[in-house]
């Protein structure tokens, strides 16, 4: 072997004493929690981006998220289970506000509209809330014009459609007869479904 090339082996040698042989990082909890998080806020980021720009994914999301929302009564229901009593819902909102509207549904003719039923009401009439559940729902819905959906403590969803202003907010905990909005005109759509199924209107409208 020649001088030259015990020289670069030695050199070598020397190298690898100070370069370890294999490069590893425990990857701890809290890295990745912070990964996690990091690929979280750039989904997200993403998300909105695309929603932005493009109104064909806006659809989309409304369509998969809102109409297939988390069911309230779900939830309510587990929590009764394992706590033996109902979500506080009502006893958080009642004693920040006082009632100014206490109505009950007042039409003078009704016929089957679409998956429900069209009620004739009085121009610029005041929309009571017929049932007191939560707000899962406010947006445009097609045929149906401006919908709020509120889903009661048994999982029955309320369609409230064909509205002109809107006086709650998404996830408010609404009383039974207090003020939900205006018609546009006189027509006011109702629907009723549960788990995704539309029910028989007939049996839960006032008569």
């Not at 007042?106 to 121009?123: F, I, N, P, R």
Request: net charge positive.
């Amino acid at each position: 072997m020649s001088p030259e090339v015990r020289k670069i082996r030695n050199q070598m040698k020397q190298k690898k004493k100070y370069f370890p042989k294999k490069v590893t990082m425990k990857r701890t909890s809290y890295t990745k929690f912070i990964s996690r998080l990091g690929m979280t806020i750039l989904l997200t980021l993403i998300t909105l981006i695309a929603l932005k720009s493009n109104p064909k994914y806006k659809a989309t999301f409304y369509q998969h998220v809102y109409d297939s929302h988390i069911s309230f009564a779900t939830i309510n229901a587990t929590y009764q289970k394992f706590f033996g009593s109902p979500l506080p819902f009502q006893e958080l909102f009642q004693n920040n506000t006082e009632p100014v509207f206490q109505e009950q549904l007042v039409y003078t003719e009704q016929h089957k509209y679409k998956d429900g039923v069209a009620l004739t009401v009085s121009k610029q009439y005041l929309v009571p809330v017929l049932e007191s559940g939560m707000v899962v729902f406010i947006g445009e819905k097609e045929g149906y014009g401006n919908t709020v959906i509120v889903q009661q403590m048994d999982g029955i969803d309320i369609w409230y459609s064909n509205l002109e202003t809107v006086n709650v907010k998404l996830y408010d905990y609404v009383e039974k007869g207090s003020l939900l909005g205006e018609v546009k005109d006189n027509q006011l759509y109702l629907i009723y479904k549960k788990n995704g199924t539309v029910l028989n209107y007939e049996e839960y409208i006032p008569v």
